[in-house]
Nanobody
Framework: QVQLVESGGGLVQAGGSLRLSCAASGSFFSIAVMGWYRQAPGKQREMVATVTRGGSANYADSAKGRFAISRDNAKNTVYLQMNSLKPEDTAVYYC???????????WGKGTLVTVSS
């Protein structure tokens, strides 16, 4: 059974930075496109960034220039470096395997990011 465990969230002031991690179990990781998603209170979950197995990244417009997604295939871990955080970045952040325009696995618990103004 695949497990996705997100960590690294917390409370940060606007303009600050956080680095999120997502550890994945299973042998799929090195070949998978992985993505970070977020869900703010009262809103639908949205894609933040994705990264291919070779490290090519794609970002939502809201994340461009501020966030950086990366991965360590040896550690089965994907990261999200978030800089210049804004209050509107407040959300629960999740990772998942991306395929066919959707996600593959059940969502993990996520990690809460709260940005104060």
């Amino acid at each position: 059974q695949v497990q996705l465990v997100e960590s690294g969230g917390g409370l940060v002031q606007a303009g600050g930075s956080l680095r999120l991690s997502c550890a994945a179990s299973g042998s799929f990781f090195s070949i998978a496109v992985m993505g970070w998603y977020r869900q703010a209170p009262g809103k639908q979950r949205e894609m933040v960034a994705t990264v291919t197995r070779g490290g090519s990244a794609n970002y939502a417009d809201s994340a461009k220039g501020r966030f950086a997604i990366s991965r360590d295939n040896a550690k089965n871990t994907v990261y999200l470096q978030m800089n210049s955080l804004k209050p509107e970045d407040t959300a629960v952040y999740y990772c998942n395997r991306v395929s066919g325009g959707g996600v593959v696995y059940s969502w993990g618990k996520g990690t809460l990011v709260t940005v104060s103004s």
